[in-house]
């Protein structure tokens, strides 16, 4: 089974992500798990006997690198006067075009959500509402808002992974 076949049969995307949650103890959660099921896509399910056992593996290795790296490297500031120039933080034009391409593709790929799922990831995404807040608003279960988010980011993910599937 490939990682395409697998992830959106999976109904366990919050549960994924509130283990890992639970097990980082970090609030970049949804990255680690995005970063996760992204070295899955790249690598493929073949010789992975349990997918999601090897995405918390990763999420949780990912977190103790993350922890170390913040620990070794403490950023600050520069202090233009004291002669040092910040670096050009413009992309180049090779990298503005395939900004452009993979956001052209997420738009395309959430147009095609049905009106509530897009409503509720833009309500949590954008507004920044909490699961809970969503449901209340809504007249929903929290269930049937953490699965509609789980939905929509496996719909858009595989639309922003479409080239590297095929």
């Known amino acids: 089974m490939s990682a395409a076949e697998w992830c959106p049969r999976q109904s366990v995307w919050t549960s994924l ?35 999601e056992a090897y995405v918390l593996r990763t999420a949780r290795n990912l977190a103790i690198d993350r922890a170390r790296r913040e620990k070794r490297i403490r950023f600050s500031p520069l202090d233009i006067e004291d002669g040092v120039e910040p ?19 997420v738009r395309a790929a959430f147009m095609t959500l049905d009106a509530r799922t897009s409503r509720i990831f833009l309500m949590h995404r954008l507004d920044g509402l909490t699961y809970s807040r ?25 639309a922003l992974m479409g080239d590297r599937l095929s």
């Open 87 to 105: 670096v050009c933080a413009e992309p180049g034009p090779e990298r503005v075009l395939l900004g452009c391409e993979q956001l052209e593709r």
């Open 17 to 51: 992500y509130e283990r890992i949650r639970r097990q980082s103890r970090r609030p970049d959660a949804d990255d680690l798990l995005q970063t996760a099921l992204l070295h899955l896509f790249e690598r493929g399910t073949e010789g992975i006997e349990h997918p």
């Open 134 to 158: 969503i449901a209340k608003t809504l007249e929903l279960s929290v269930s049937t808002i953490e699965k509609s988010i789980a939905r929509a980011l496996a719909h858009l993910a595989l």
